[in-house]
């Protein structure tokens, strides 16, 4: 079989095909599916996702000011990386762990420290301890420094200073407390709960079959479509769930948009919430009961290392069950497929929001049924990620912001519009990257409101399948932005918006033009 040959049975341009023979493009998980299918070839020969997973983070790791300081840390390439990783699997695990608990226990030191500063317990305790070991230090140094005192002052001294460890005993054990019941993790090793549901989406590709064909049955059952479809909802949790649905007040869910107590069970709804977001909400809570044996299930046999991941994991499957709900898979695709992906389109026609349509086209990833592979990405307007899926191929950081050249970030300038980016990025993939800064509703006037943003993507050799790609040269180098994923781990020597020293490079950031005087090491 020629490549052109290959190629066209892989429904791909040979140009392409060229790209990933010779690593400047990745497999997507779907192409890997029909590369395996056309070869009749085992899977398990060709994945290389465990290993790119773990080089990618050993590099964002080894990019923490606690390596780079380091000459002999910093003389590391990633051809020294690649080697540790094939070669050694085990200990490149172990290099994670051990970061990951130094992460966890920097996170509590600094959470701290930050509770010491500003809550006035905090402040007095510590006011108090320093005020006791004063007066212990200086009485310990009476006894040390003067010999002949008299037996009988001597005695009074030591009775002081027994008094005084009892009283900063007592305090400390009363700060302890109170952190314990802060809730400080101490547990070696514990992941943060985002990063490890975030990993098991990963494992799953995003797709939950079990979930999707309950939410079919469902569909077919209770026959909720699409016009007043609020009300049908409320009256099947009601008669079918025995799940009392309010919409009420905001001043009777103490500050909270939404509030869910399974022992009654009852859901509250702010009626400050849009509708469609008030209909997801509710086919959540009954993803929750319909189908609480499946996502016990798959989060009892997910790696979950915490209450608090294993509570996260049950929260998103419902969520997962309520998209399936509301933008079944194979109605939802048909119309992607329609509307070349047109996402405001299919908001207005399933009554969906903007977050609803992008997070719902990143899980058709059913096999032989698959939808453009899709990455996305939720931050706020502080950088921080709050939501990630690089099904695109695209690698997102793990730790800090993406690249400040990504227009996740620069949708924040102009609120409510679509942002279309074709993104470059240092191993040559280029992506088609669709993005819109959002704010969720607030509970009144001058009350704070939540702006984040997100961003859909997906390689740009797909780019012709959407409508955002009208237009769009994808080989014309004026269009294509060159970006990295994390200033730390990125190659680009030419960067204005550097704002950290790369480990790949040896550099200095030039404080008046803010840009590096790099050096290719």
């Not at 429904?11 to 392409?16: D, E, G, K, R, V």
């Not at 001294?157 to 700060?175: A, Y």
């Not at 939410?215 to 009256?235: M, S, T, W, Y």
């Not at 969520?319 to 497929?337: H, I, K, S, T």
Request: charged content about 25%.
């Amino acid at each position: 079989m020629t490549q052109t040959q290959l190629a066209q049975r892989l429904m791909i341009s040979a140009s392409y095909l060229n790209l990933i023979e010779h690593n400047q493009r990745s497999v997507t998980v779907p192409l890997l599916f029909k590369l395996g299918e056309v070869l009749d070839i085992d899977l398990q020969a060709l994945s290389q996702d465990d290993e790119s997973q773990v080089l990618a983070e050993l590099m964002e790791i080894l990019s923490d000011p606690l390596f780079t300081a380091d000459e002999a840390s910093s003389d590391l390439t990633r051809e020294d990386l690649n080697e540790l990783v094939a070669q050694s699997p085990v200990a490149s695990q172990t290099i994670l762990k051990v970061y990951r608990a130094y992460q966890k226990a920097r996170d509590d030191i600094q959470y701290l420290g930050e509770r010491l500063s500003e809550d006035s317990l905090y402040s007095a305790s510590a006011h108090e301890l320093r005020t006791v070991l004063t007066s212990i230090r200086s009485f310990a140094e009476i006894l040390h420094d003067n010999t002949n005192i008299p037996e009988e002052d001597r005695q009074k001294f030591l009775g002081i200073m027994v008094k005084e460890s009892e009283g900063l005993s007592q305090n400390i054990d009363t700060l302890m407390s109170f952190v314990s019941a802060e809730g400080v993790n101490r547990s070696v090793g514990t992941r943060p709960p985002l990063d490890e549901v975030n990993d098991f989406l990963q494992s799953h590709r995003n797709y939950f079959d079990e979930l999707e064909k309950a939410a079919d049955d469902l569909v077919e059952i209770a026959n909720f479509g699409r016009f007043d479809r609020l009300q049908k909802l409320i009256h099947y949790a009601s008669h079918e769930h025995n799940l009392t649905v309010e919409i009420g007040n905001d001043k009777d869910l103490c500050g909270k948009l939404v509030h869910f107590d399974s022992r009654q069970p009852m859901l509250s709804l702010s009626n400050s919430l849009p509708r469609n977001s008030l209909i997801f909400q509710i086919a959540q809570s009954i993803g929750r009961i319909y189908c609480a044996e499946i996502i016990v299930r798959l989060v009892k046999d997910a790696p979950l290392t915490s209450a608090a991941s294993r509570d996260m994991c049950c929260d998103t499957l419902a969520r997962y069950f309520a998209g399936a709900v509301l933008l079944p898979y194979d109605e939802f695709l048909e119309a992607a497929q329609e509307v070349r992906y047109d996402l405001e389109q299919l908001q207005n026609r399933f009554a969906s929001s903007f977050e609803q349509v992008c997070h719902r086209l990143a899980t058709l990833n059913k096999a032989g049924a698959e939808a453009i592979p899709f990455h996305f990405i939720r931050v706020d307007i502080a950088g921080n990620i709050s939501k990630r899926y690089d099904g695109s191929g695209i690698k997102i950081p793990r730790y800090g912001s993406v690249c400040p050249r990504w227009n996740v970030h620069h949708a924040f300038l102009k609120p409510e519009s679509t942002n279309v980016q074709l993104l470059r990025m240092t191993d040559g993939a280029t992506f088609l990257s669709i993005s819109r800064a959002l704010v969720k509703p607030g509970l009144g006037h001058n009350l704070p409101r939540s702006h984040y943003a997100v961003a859909i993507g997906c390689d740009a050799s797909h780019a012709s399948q959407m409508v955002y790609a009208e237009g769009l040269d994808i080989n014309e180098p004026s269009l294509i932005v060159p970006a990295g994923t994390s200033c730390r781990t990125c190659e680009r020597l030419d960067c204005g918006q550097r704002a950290f020293q790369s480990i790949l490079h040896s550099s200095r950031i030039d404080e008046d033009t803010g840009q590096d005087n790099l050096d290719l090491k």
